[in-house]
């Protein structure tokens, strides 16, 4: 298990240090190495912010809480880390079949052809909105891109941050 622990707004403490690695030893015994956990510990005025990206094999998982104290909020965001886990190790045991058939598949596809594969998927539900909604709901999130329905066509498009800080958007078109 790799851990990093980030500091903002606040001087590096190995005590803290110590006690937010000590305690994602706790989600050791849910995942399959190799497991990656990145954590970000932040203080803005009185709020103390625990951020936690967890990467192992077919899993990556994100907890975010904020309390008056950063012990307590590594406590709580390792306690919603631990609950994704054990749903996801749960629905993988109950899918366990089909996750055989699709490991099969993609090892025969690599073996035969050395084409870019797919790492990471993630679901998203399209929810229908104007651009101007789109905007907003970009402004306030941490994302680079967001699928919508657009209200008025009824199309998909994808509203993108770019580099200089506007935002680009593809419209997607039937023939």
């Known amino acids: 298990m790799h851990i990093t622990v980030t500091f903002r707004h606040m001087e590096s403490s190995e005590p803290l240090k110590q006690y937010a690695e000590e305690k994602t ?3 050791e015994k849910y ?9 970000v510990l932040s203080v803005e005025k009185i709020r103390h912010i625990a951020e936690a990206t967890v990467v192992a094999k077919n899993i990556s998982i994100n907890a975010r809480e904020e309390t008056q104290d950063m012990y307590s909020a590594i406590d709580l965001a390792i306690d ?5 886990v054990r749903r996801h ?22 073996e ?14 399209a ?7 789109a905007t907003l709901q970009m402004e306030v999130s941490k994302r680079n ?8 066509t009824s199309t998909i498009n994808v509203l993108y941050r770019r580099d200089d800080g506007n935002f680009g ?5 039937t023939k």
């Open 25 to 27: 030893r706790r989600i």
């Open 127 to 133: 929810k229908p909105m104007t651009l101007e909604e």
């Open 145 to 152: 891109f967001l699928v919508y329905t657009d209200s008025a």
């Open 31 to 39: 995942l399959e190495e190799p497991i990656e956990v990145h954590w």
């Open 169 to 173: 958007l593809i419209e997607t078109r």
């Open 80 to 84: 919603k880390l631990e609950k994704q």
């Open 89 to 110: 190790k749960e629905k993988v045991k109950n899918h366990k079949h089909t996750e055989n058939v699709k490991e099969a598949f993609i090892s025969t596809a690599t």
């Open 112 to 125: 035969t052809e050395k084409t870019p594969r797919v790492v990471k998927i993630e679901n998203m539900f």
